[in-house]
């Protein structure tokens, strides 16, 4: 990959997208990485929020769980471009439990996390979804995907900003804010599809303003 990223000078943009296993092993493969500069952007992939669920839905053993975030943390640490994906906007796939550890693990490595995150959901067809029913993992194929849950940042959104006074705070007040609203806000569910949501606004909004991301922005 490297060879290619330094031979093939057609390309502006050289996308890694990995579960970080490799790179929560290996601190030197990140620091090559690093020599690229802006070259490369790496998306992050997130498939549990906890070690347990994590070896039912891999296969691999639960102890490799923290190479996803020793990931992150070197990804920050060396400055590599980056933004995050996670499997976690199906119910069935990660229950509430399951989410809310996902979510205080990532904002352990920054509140601007949120705005770099994209939330998946899974499309389940033949013999995928046979797989996960007859793993215990889901217990109604026949009704998998009707709901899901509302996007993290707009639960977050909603519970720091309940007495309108988000922005009046210190970084570091709404730092503790946001942590201990993943404690404490309760996820919302959504039909799925919805004729009234659009590209621009997926999120079942509806209209109010999801500025989130202009809270998070700061780094760490």
């Not at 007495?163 to 730092?175: H, I, P, Q, T, Y």
């Not at 404690?183 to 039909?191: A, K, M, P, Q, R």
């Not at 500025?211 to 700061?218: A, E, P, S, V």
């Amino acid at each position: 990959m490297t060879d290619i990223a330094e031979n093939e000078c057609a390309f502006k943009l050289f996308l890694i997208e990995t579960n970080g296993m490799l790179l929560g092993e290996d601190k030197e493969l990140a620091k090559e990485l690093s020599s690229f500069g802006d070259y490369i952007h790496v998306r992050l992939s997130f498939k549990a929020g906890t070690p347990e669920a994590f070896e039912q839905k891999t296969g691999a053993e639960a102890k490799y769980f923290e190479n996803q975030f020793r990931a992150l943390e070197y990804l920050k640490k060396y400055g590599i471009p980056y933004n995050l994906a996670a499997m976690s906007k199906n119910p069935e796939l990660m229950p509430d439990g399951e989410r809310h550890n996902l979510f205080k693990r990532m904002a352990e490595y920054g509140l601007e996390n949120f705005s770099r995150l994209d939330e998946e959901k899974a499309d389940l067809f033949g013999i995928t979804k046979k797989r996960l029913a007859e793993s215990g993992i889901i217990s109604k194929p026949e009704n998998f995907g009707q709901m899901l849950y509302e996007p993290i940042k707009h639960s977050i959104f909603r519970e720091v900003n309940k007495e309108g006074k988000a922005r009046e705070v210190s970084e570091k007040e709404l730092d503790e804010l946001v942590k201990r609203s993943l404690d404490t806000s309760e996820f919302g569910l959504i039909e799925s599809p919805c004729n009234t949501c659009t590209s621009k606004k997926p999120w079942h909004g509806h209209g109010a303003e999801d500025d989130l991301g202009g809270l998070l922005t700061y780094g760490y």
